[in-house]
């Protein structure tokens, strides 16, 4: 049995805005627990909601960075359900008419380009938070984040393997960074996944019964439960128990390193979906699509063709820059301080990114542009060395101050001055006879020998190059 495997996505994306969906409370993230909270987002009898229309502006850019139609007239409904992380007992969503619908990404699946098609976008409410305490019998409830302004993105089911659906979350994470819908703080939960998958023979056109598995946090949470309910259901079919996959949503534990079942699938009409009669009808002008059209940005795959052709560096260099707008632009703010865009592509993804890993993908680089492009020219002009420069790279991560005064502190000036050089050169040629008749020899090794010798003399700070040249030049009298 040749079975195939079908991937679909659900992902939540919470807006940038200032201010939650219905009321004026902080989006901020973080704070005291309940601090950014009021009457309307904790729903208490009395209050009405009044939408946000910023939540809706960055919805149809979302939409529009997503190739989708946008629905001109809208309307919001109820969503019921009872659990202490939503106070109202229902979340205001939209049910049959999603704002924008029918769109699509391209892919990038290793040189080949796959389409894969959105269902719809629709605006929603956050809910609040759960924290379950460990050793007491109590969950705590955290309403900050209730009411704030999400997105669902649906994909029709198209994805034909774990890894192409990471590859698809991270280019629409990377989409909605550079249009600034949303700041997709994974760790933050500003992006989430909920992932559908089911498995089929190939040829065949149903579709059999899929699993749901909730609330995915990261990319590698989302990667190892696919794979694991992918095998999970695998071993179901090719022992003939294929018809015993029930519709079910399924976690991620961590700890079990697989998926354990949550609750089995509601069905949409569980959910007693009505009308919110709160809301009026939201009608939406063509002339507020069309300037939110005008005003899209370069987006990842464009500006990458663009910096390749601008500033000719290396391809995989380039991809590594646009997967975060914040590296790119950094980048791209480290070359208006001049320097050749070459070593500054070289530094950031190979040196900058050593030291930053393990601090999170979405981590900010804390070293001023101009300090970057400054501490590049030193090592450029020979003012220090190679290694002197990684040190100093090292220092300005921790300090606010500018590379020459790092230099100036820790005494990294290269030694350049020929003179000073040939005088240290020459006693360790006197102190190591041994050398220079090796390579009398015929042993070309014994100059690097030499080499190092004058170099740790110099406590790093010769010149390698101007080293090499006067050694060469001695051994050879
Ligand atoms: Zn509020």
């Excluded at 598995?213 to 990667?223: A, D, G, H």
Aim: proline share 4%.
């Amino acid at each position: 049995m040749r079975l195939e495997t079908i991937i679909g996505l659900e992902i939540h994306v919470e807006l940038a805005t200032k201010s939650k969906i219905f009321c004026n409370c902080s989006t901020v993230f973080g704070g005291v627990p309940n601090e950014n909270t009021c009457p309307i987002c904790t729903g208490l009898p009395g209050t009405l909601p009044v939408l946000n229309e910023e939540t809706v502006k960055l919805a149809i850019t979302a939409g529009k960075a997503l190739n989708c139609e946008i629905n001109l007239v809208n309307k919001f409904d109820r969503k019921h359900y009872f659990y202490p992380d939503l106070p109202k007992a229902y979340q205001i969503s939209q049910f049959d008419i999603p704002l924008c619908k029918k769109g699509y990404m391209e892919i990038d699946l290793g040189g080949n380009q796959k389409i894969v098609n959105i269902t719809r976008v629709h605006m929603e409410e956050d809910a609040g938070k759960l924290i379950h305490l460990e050793n007491e019998p109590v969950t705590l409830v955290d309403y900050n984040r209730a009411g704030v302004p999400l997105i669902e993105i649906v994909t029709a089911p198209e994805l034909r393997s774990p890894e192409e659906a990471v590859t698809f979350l991270k280019s629409l994470k990377t989409i909605l960074q550079y249009t600034g819908v949303s700041d997709c703080k994974m760790q933050e939960g500003s992006l989430r996944c909920d992932v559908n998958i089911s498995l089929r023979q190939v040829g065949q056109e149903t579709y059999n019964t899929r699993v749901e598995i909730k609330n995915l946090n990261s990319f590698r949470e989302v990667l190892k439960a696919l794979k694991q309910e992918e095998k999970r259901q695998r071993e179901l079919y090719l022992h003939g128990k294929g018809d015993t996959i029930q519709q079910e949503t399924r976690r991620w534990d961590e700890n079990k390193q697989n998926t354990v079942i949550m609750r089995k699938k509601e069905e949409s009409q569980d959910y007693r979906y009505f009308l919110e009669p709160d809301l009026g009808t939201l009608v939406i002008e063509e002339s507020m699509i069309q300037g939110i059209e005008d005003n899209l940005p370069e987006f990842p795959r464009a500006r990458r063709e663009r910096i390749l052709k601008q500033y000719g560096i290396k391809e995989d260099q380039a991809d590594l820059l646009i997967r975060e707008k914040h590296m790119i632009n950094y980048f791209e703010a480290v070359v208006t301080f001049g320097g050749n865009p070459l070593e500054i592509s070289n530094w950031i993804t190979v040196e900058l990114f050593k030291e930053l890993k393990g601090k999170g993908e979405e981590v900010r680089i804390p070293i001023k542009p101009k300090y970057l492009a400054e501490l590049i020219k030193m090592v450029q002009e020979e003012s220090i060395s190679r290694p002197a420069g990684k040190l100093v790279l090292k220092e300005l991560l921790v300090k606010d101050k500018s590379p020459a005064e790092i230099v100036g502190e820790k005494d990294l000036e290269q030694i350049s001055d020929v003179q000073e050089l040939e005088t240290i050169a020459f006693n360790i040629i006197t102190e190591n006879p041994q050398a220079v008749e090796d390579y009398k020899k015929g042993k070309a090794k014994a100059v690097g020998y030499l080499v190092g010798q004058v170099m740790k003399a110099t406590k790093g700070q010769g010149n390698p190059q101007l080293i090499k040249e006067i050694i060469e030049k001695e051994v050879q009298k």
